[in-house]
């Protein structure tokens, strides 16, 4: 295993992949350099992991673009069989990826789940190479006209740690499944899981250069890809501020189609008539888990006047008592930021809150527990315009309002600019309905919440939450390209 700069890599390294998949080989960095992963519990080096230099990204980019014609002309049931045993793999070593995930960026290993939905994703993708269907018309005399739906070419795949290996199957799989190839860049705050993955890519029979997988920083290696002019379409989730970057890289460079997943500023409504129980449970578990580090987490709760008291109380009650501990065990369900910077950042909007608002729980890092963690914290009465109100937080943190009607709840909830995920909780049908339709997000949870979220329905932001719409059979037509043939008859 790998070298480091100079260095000797820490004892962990010994044990862990930290090399770049290339070509369907693991290698070190041209340059030989790399980066240390620190554990967001201990703060120890976790490893010392290779970082892609821009010709580690140009020579992954090559081997996709020369595997390409080879895998786009495979038949849909020889792709598949790559897909089902990359899967079966994945699935036979979640406790092990777990593992690694939980060492470099602290996910309880007890709430761990990103390796089976790898598995069902590429599972459930294996087989919609049989989705890509073209259209024909009559409506020209003399002519027939026929659409076609094509693969790109090579796809970028630009992930975050937050649940890193989710995104790699819910953006890799659908666009191999149509026979486009990959490069892939990981996190460099968790890219262990998806270094590792390059041993099951291998064992699972896929050609060389058809699944690439890099690891680095946004600077270098994400903005060669997002650059990279044989890169033909990118696929990106992560912050708002990386995605206008990604955006205006594409833009720079061969206007690449860019599908954007970003951040968000979630609000759940609840209004006097909701089960109450159910509307605290679904809340508080939306912005407590992963230690508030998704993207959907509702971060913003409005709860009518008329049981705003007993709303919160309940709402305490269930957010409160979690077991922050060490992610490596399996009776802790909570754990750290991910990093120093995580860390750091949560703590500056808990200054925030307790100067605009007022604290009624957590607020004050742990002080007995050694690592970057956070206590379930709530906020009420904070001014609308307040910066934790409007900006993402990305830990433990809830602020809730009270609101009085309809109207005015509907106005706060949207005054914001993302608009990825919304709630709202009633029994009444013809105000969800209302508000189903008057929430500006991509998606809007009736008398549920993020982590409950329908896997079959699109998934995406309105505003600053990003551009185009992910899951199942929506992400195809990211990755094809339409061609128009007419001819005549
Ligand atoms: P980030 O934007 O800092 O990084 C995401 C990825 O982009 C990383 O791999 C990073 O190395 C890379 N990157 C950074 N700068 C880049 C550049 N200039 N060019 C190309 N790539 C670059 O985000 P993060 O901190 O990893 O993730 C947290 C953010 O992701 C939050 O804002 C969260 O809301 C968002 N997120 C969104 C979704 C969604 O589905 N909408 C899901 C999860 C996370």
Redesign the pocket.
Known sequence: MPATNGHQASQPSKEIETRLFINGEYVESSNGKTFSLLSPKTHEVVAKVFEASEEDVDRAVAAAKAAQPAWAALTVEQRSACFKKLATLVREHNDELAKLEALSMGKPVSTYIDGHAFSWMFDYYSESGYNVQGTSSLNTPGFVNLTFRQPYGVVGV??????PLL?FAKKAAPALAVGNTVVL?????APLASARIGHFIKEAGFPPGVINVVT????V???V??HHMDVRALS????????R??QQ?SSKSNLKPVF?????KSPAIVFEDADLEAAAEATQYSVQTNSG?????TSRVYVQDTIAEKFIALFKEKFGPVKVGDPMLQETNHGPQ?DKV?YENVLKYLEIGKKDGKLILGGNPDSHEDGYFVPPTIFTDTPEDSVIMRE?V?GPVVNINIFKTEEEVLAKANNTEYG?YAAVFTKNIDRAMRFAKGLEAGTVGVNCTSPTTGKDTP???YKG??LGR?GLHHSLDHFLETNGFPGPC
């Open positions: 630009i992930i975050p740690w937050n649940v995104f860049k990981s996190s460099e705050k680095g920083f946004g600077n290696s994400g903005s890809i997002s990106f989730t992560g912050s708002t501020r990386t995605g970057l990604i890289a954007l997943e970003l951040g968000g580090q998704t993207c959907m987490a991910a995580q993402e990305f990825l998934f995406g932001g939450s990003g992910e």
